[in-house]
Protein backbone atom coordinates (compact mmCIF):
# COMPACT_ATOMS: atom_id res chain seq x y z
CA UNK A 1 0.00 0.00 0.00
CA UNK A 2 2.69 2.38 0.97
CA UNK A 3 4.60 1.14 -2.19
CA UNK A 4 2.16 2.94 -4.42
CA UNK A 5 1.04 6.09 -2.38
CA UNK A 6 5.22 6.39 -3.28
CA UNK A 7 4.59 5.65 -6.62
CA UNK A 8 2.20 8.20 -7.31
CA UNK A 9 3.94 11.09 -5.57
CA UNK A 10 6.91 9.78 -7.78
CA UNK A 11 4.88 9.80 -10.59
CA UNK A 12 2.88 13.53 -9.70
CA UNK A 13 6.44 14.78 -8.91
CA UNK A 14 7.70 13.36 -12.61
CA UNK A 15 4.45 14.94 -14.05
CA UNK A 16 5.08 18.54 -12.53
CA UNK A 17 9.04 18.41 -13.27
CA UNK A 18 8.33 17.48 -16.94
CA UNK A 19 5.85 20.56 -16.93
CA UNK A 20 8.68 23.10 -15.93
CA UNK A 21 10.98 21.88 -17.52
CA UNK A 22 9.09 22.06 -20.97
CA UNK A 23 8.04 25.84 -20.12
CA UNK A 24 9.10 28.25 -22.45
CA UNK A 25 11.15 31.26 -21.27
CA UNK A 26 9.81 33.61 -23.93
CA UNK A 27 7.74 36.33 -22.24
CA UNK A 28 5.64 36.92 -25.13
CA UNK A 29 3.39 33.79 -24.70
CA UNK A 30 1.13 33.04 -22.28
CA UNK A 31 -0.11 29.45 -21.15
CA UNK A 32 -3.79 28.97 -22.61
CA UNK A 33 -6.24 27.55 -19.84
CA UNK A 34 -9.05 26.86 -22.63
CA UNK A 35 -11.36 24.29 -22.39
CA UNK A 36 -13.30 22.43 -19.44
CA UNK A 37 -11.49 20.96 -16.39
CA UNK A 38 -13.47 18.94 -14.02
CA UNK A 39 -12.02 17.44 -10.35
CA UNK A 40 -12.01 14.19 -10.54
CA UNK A 41 -10.52 12.84 -6.77
CA UNK A 42 -9.58 14.19 -3.52
CA UNK A 43 -7.06 12.63 -1.74
CA UNK A 44 -5.19 15.49 0.46
CA UNK A 45 -5.05 12.75 2.81
CA UNK A 46 -4.46 9.08 2.17
CA UNK A 47 -7.33 6.31 2.25
CA UNK A 48 -9.84 8.84 4.15
CA UNK A 49 -11.81 9.51 0.95
CA UNK A 50 -12.18 5.53 1.04
CA UNK A 51 -12.43 5.12 4.35
CA UNK A 52 -15.50 7.87 5.16
CA UNK A 53 -17.22 8.61 1.36
CA UNK A 54 -19.23 4.97 0.29
CA UNK A 55 -18.97 4.65 -3.67
CA UNK A 56 -21.18 5.90 -5.81
CA UNK A 57 -23.43 9.53 -6.33
CA UNK A 58 -21.74 10.83 -2.03
CA UNK A 59 -18.23 9.83 -3.44
CA UNK A 60 -18.19 11.68 -7.10
CA UNK A 61 -19.94 14.34 -4.97
CA UNK A 62 -17.57 14.68 -2.16
CA UNK A 63 -14.27 14.48 -4.73
CA UNK A 64 -16.05 17.61 -7.37
CA UNK A 65 -16.49 19.37 -4.40
CA UNK A 66 -15.27 22.74 -3.45
CA UNK A 67 -12.89 22.41 0.09
CA UNK A 68 -14.02 25.15 1.86
CA UNK A 69 -17.56 23.47 1.63
CA UNK A 70 -16.61 20.35 2.59
CA UNK A 71 -16.96 20.22 6.16
CA UNK A 72 -20.26 21.09 6.60
CA UNK A 73 -21.50 19.11 3.86
CA UNK A 74 -20.02 15.67 4.79
CA UNK A 75 -18.79 15.54 8.25
CA UNK A 76 -22.21 13.54 9.15
CA UNK A 77 -21.54 11.54 6.38
CA UNK A 78 -17.88 10.45 7.96
CA UNK A 79 -19.28 10.73 11.89
CA UNK A 80 -21.93 7.88 10.68
CA UNK A 81 -18.93 5.98 9.08
CA UNK A 82 -16.62 6.49 11.81
CA UNK A 83 -19.49 5.22 14.03
CA UNK A 84 -20.33 2.12 11.96
CA UNK A 85 -16.23 1.29 12.01
CA UNK A 86 -15.90 1.94 15.59
CA UNK A 87 -19.12 1.66 16.94
CA UNK A 88 -17.05 2.04 20.90
CA UNK A 89 -15.53 5.26 19.96
CA UNK A 90 -15.72 7.90 22.43
CA UNK A 91 -12.65 10.03 22.13
CA UNK A 92 -8.99 10.21 20.55
CA UNK A 93 -5.48 10.03 21.24
CA UNK A 94 -5.73 13.94 20.47
CA UNK A 95 -8.89 14.29 23.04
CA UNK A 96 -11.34 14.36 19.91
CA UNK A 97 -14.48 13.71 19.80
CA UNK A 98 -16.26 11.57 17.00
CA UNK A 99 -17.75 15.06 15.65
CA UNK A 100 -14.65 17.01 16.22
CA UNK A 101 -12.53 14.00 14.39
CA UNK A 102 -15.01 13.70 12.09
CA UNK A 103 -14.93 17.59 11.37
CA UNK A 104 -11.26 18.28 11.09
CA UNK A 105 -11.33 14.90 8.27
CA UNK A 106 -14.41 15.93 6.52
CA UNK A 107 -12.36 18.99 4.79
CA UNK A 108 -10.12 16.84 3.01
CA UNK A 109 -6.69 19.26 2.71
CA UNK A 110 -3.30 18.62 3.37
CA UNK A 111 -3.03 21.95 5.96
CA UNK A 112 0.69 22.86 6.55
CA UNK A 113 2.06 25.07 9.14
CA UNK A 114 4.88 27.78 8.61
CA UNK A 115 5.78 27.65 12.36
CA UNK A 116 5.74 24.18 13.21
CA UNK A 117 7.60 20.57 12.33
CA UNK A 118 5.62 19.27 8.92
CA UNK A 119 4.60 16.47 9.85
CA UNK A 120 1.41 14.28 9.79
CA UNK A 121 1.72 13.54 13.08
CA UNK A 122 4.37 13.21 15.58
CA UNK A 123 3.19 12.93 19.14
CA UNK A 124 2.64 16.68 19.03
CA UNK A 125 1.90 18.30 15.79
CA UNK A 126 -0.75 17.20 13.94
CA UNK A 127 -1.74 17.77 10.68
CA UNK A 128 0.89 20.66 10.17
CA UNK A 129 2.28 19.12 6.64
CA UNK A 130 3.19 15.51 5.97
CA UNK A 131 6.64 14.51 5.73
CA UNK A 132 7.63 11.61 3.27
CA UNK A 133 8.43 9.07 6.35
CA UNK A 134 5.28 9.95 7.95
CA UNK A 135 3.62 6.84 8.45
CA UNK A 136 -0.30 8.09 7.29
CA UNK A 137 -2.11 5.19 8.15
CA UNK A 138 -0.84 4.18 10.99
CA UNK A 139 -1.59 7.98 12.10
CA UNK A 140 -5.42 7.24 10.61
CA UNK A 141 -5.62 3.61 11.87
CA UNK A 142 -4.53 5.66 15.14
CA UNK A 143 -7.11 8.18 15.60
CA UNK A 144 -10.06 6.22 14.36
CA UNK A 145 -8.96 2.63 16.87
CA UNK A 146 -6.90 3.67 19.56
CA UNK A 147 -9.59 5.19 21.94
CA UNK A 148 -8.48 7.64 24.28
CA UNK A 149 -4.95 6.59 25.16
CA UNK A 150 -3.90 5.30 21.36
CA UNK A 151 -3.62 1.79 23.02
CA UNK A 152 -7.48 0.49 22.80
CA UNK A 153 -7.97 -2.29 19.80
CA UNK A 154 -4.18 -2.60 19.65
CA UNK A 155 -4.93 -5.03 16.00
CA UNK A 156 -6.23 -2.21 14.55
CA UNK A 157 -4.03 0.72 14.85
CA UNK A 158 -1.44 -0.15 12.33
CA UNK A 159 -1.00 -1.82 8.98
CA UNK A 160 2.19 -3.07 10.16
CA UNK A 161 4.36 -1.64 7.28
CA UNK A 162 6.61 0.36 9.07
CA UNK A 163 9.47 0.66 6.15
CA UNK A 164 9.53 1.61 2.77
CA UNK A 165 11.10 -1.17 0.46
CA UNK A 166 13.99 1.08 -0.25
CA UNK A 167 15.32 4.60 2.13
CA UNK A 168 14.44 7.77 0.64
CA UNK A 169 17.57 9.77 -0.93
CA UNK A 170 19.23 12.95 0.68
CA UNK A 171 18.73 14.88 -1.81
CA UNK A 172 15.97 16.19 -3.95
CA UNK A 173 13.41 14.96 -4.91
CA UNK A 174 14.09 12.80 -1.86
CA UNK A 175 12.26 9.79 -3.44
CA UNK A 176 13.41 6.49 -3.65
CA UNK A 177 14.92 5.45 -7.49
CA UNK A 178 12.52 3.07 -9.34
CA UNK A 179 13.65 -0.55 -9.13
Known amino acids: MKTSKFKIIALSLIGVTSMLVSCSNDDNSSPSFAGSYVQQDQMARPAINTVFIAPGATKDA??????????????????????????????????????????????????????????????????????????????????????????????????????????FSTSFPYLASAW
Do not use: C, W
Request: proline letters at 4%; glycine letters at 10%; hydrophobic letters at 45%.
Open 62 to 167: FNAAIPSTMGAAYQSVFQSRLLALNAGYTTNALGQTAAQLTGLLATDVLNVSKVAPTTFFDGTNVLTGRALADDVIDVELLLIFGGPTGASNPGLTSDHVNANDKA
